[in-house]
């Protein structure tokens, strides 16, 4: 007894000292403290990466397309605005800005307007200066609104069309008769040259004072034509053509062009021949 005794007492000390468990099998496991503080507890969860918040346009274009008529127009980031201006031919059709989709690059996640995310088909109307909010969505949900407007560059043409003379109340007639008729007398021919910028005029007559120019041009300016400083008003503003007269016309964008005009007679009618 005295024996057995002294074995679980030396048995239970071991235990003690060495940090062992005896198990109801009779085996004995080593459960040092410093592993059973390593063990994971079964209510923790491993970390999740954190997501970026970083979200900006680096590019942003817009194109159109309809019969026979297609185009594509970068835009112009201004990143401390939050602007986009995307700037189109001044004679670019509604109906392809009625349509135009968007083509970017970007840090982040997606892009959306109005909580739908974009796509390479997904249009909007960017007619009558209409502004749209294009939101970049960064990878933690968070989001940068960017205003997309588009601008039609001023006009760059400055042709004339059409041009004719004409004068007014010129008396009919060689003085004898009592009644004295009064008449319009209008040019019977015109060459308008847009590559040398010259306009020739045939004019019946050799009054030259006091000719009147009808003209039309295809400048979006109003009232573009001018003789020097002096603004010429169509089928109004009389001149002297008995030397070349320089006019200018004014483009949309601040640019000009000039024509010389020169008025001749027309050529006597051949004389009869002799039988």
Do not use: W
């Given at each position: 007894?005295?024996?057995?005794?002294?074995?679980?007492s030396?048995?239970?000390?071991?235990?003690?000292?060495?940090?062992?468990?005896?198990?109801?099998?009779?085996?004995?496991k080593?459960?040092?403290?410093?592993?059973?503080?390593?063990?994971?507890?079964?209510?923790?969860?491993p970390?999740?990466d954190e997501?970026?918040s970083e979200?900006?346009f680096?590019?942003?274009?817009?194109?159109?397309?309809e019969?026979?008529?297609?185009?594509?127009?970068?835009?112009?980031?201004?990143?401390?605005a939050?602007?986009?201006?995307?700037?189109?031919p001044f004679?670019t059709k509604?109906?392809?800005?009625?349509?135009?989709?968007?083509?970017?690059?970007?840090?982040?996640?997606?892009?959306?307007?109005?909580?739908v995310?974009?796509?390479?088909?997904?249009g909007?109307d960017f007619?009558?200066?209409?502004?749209?909010?294009?939101?970049?969505?960064?990878?933690n949900?968070?989001?940068?609104?960017?205003?997309?407007t588009v601008?039609?560059?001023?006009?760059?043409?400055?042709?004339?069309?059409?041009?004719?003379?004409?004068?007014?109340?010129?008396?009919?007639g060689?003085?004898?008769k009592?009644?004295?008729?009064?008449?319009?007398?209008?040019?019977?021919a015109?060459?308008?040259?847009?590559?040398?910028?010259?306009?020739?005029?045939?004019?019946?007559?050799?009054i030259?004072?006091?000719?009147?120019?009808?003209?039309s041009?295809?400048?979006?300016?109003e009232?573009?034509?001018k003789?020097?400083d002096v603004?010429?008003i169509?089928?109004?503003?009389?001149?002297d053509?008995?030397?070349?007269?320089a006019f200018?016309?004014k483009?949309?964008?601040?640019?000009t062009?000039?024509?010389?005009?020169?008025?001749?007679?027309?050529?006597p009618?051949?004389?009869?021949k002799?039988?």
């Amino acid at each position: 007894m005295k024996v057995f005794s002294v074995v679980i007492s030396f048995l239970c000390l071991q235990s003690i000292f060495y940090g062992c468990s005896y198990m109801h099998s009779g085996s004995i496991k080593a459960t040092s403290p410093h592993q059973q503080d390593l063990a994971p507890s079964e209510n923790v969860q491993p970390a999740d990466d954190e997501t970026s918040s970083e979200k900006q346009f680096n590019t942003f274009s817009l194109s159109g397309s309809e019969t026979n008529s297609t185009f594509t127009a970068t835009g112009t980031i201004d990143q401390t605005a939050q602007t986009i201006i995307v700037n189109v031919p001044f004679d670019t059709k509604d109906e392809l800005l009625a349509n135009l989709v968007a083509t970017f690059d970007i840090i982040g996640d997606h892009v959306e307007v109005d909580g739908v995310e974009q796509n390479a088909t997904t249009g909007h109307d960017f007619t009558n200066n209409n502004k749209v909010i294009y939101s970049v969505v960064a990878e933690n949900g968070s989001k940068i609104n960017y205003s997309v407007t588009v601008n039609r560059l001023p006009s760059t043409v400055k042709d004339f069309l059409t041009f004719s003379l004409r004068a007014d109340n010129v008396p009919d007639g060689d003085g004898a008769k009592t009644e004295i008729h009064y008449v319009t007398i209008r040019s019977t021919a015109v060459n308008i040259d847009n590559v040398n910028n010259t306009i020739e005029v045939t004019f019946p007559s050799s009054i030259r004072a006091d000719l009147i120019a009808e003209f039309s041009t295809n400048s979006s300016v109003e009232n573009p034509v001018k003789i020097g400083d002096v603004s010429q008003i169509n089928g109004s503003t009389q001149n002297d053509y008995s030397n070349p007269v320089a006019f200018t016309i004014k483009a949309g964008d601040g640019s000009t062009r000039n024509y010389t005009v020169t008025v001749k007679t027309p050529p006597p009618p051949p004389s009869p021949k002799k039988k």
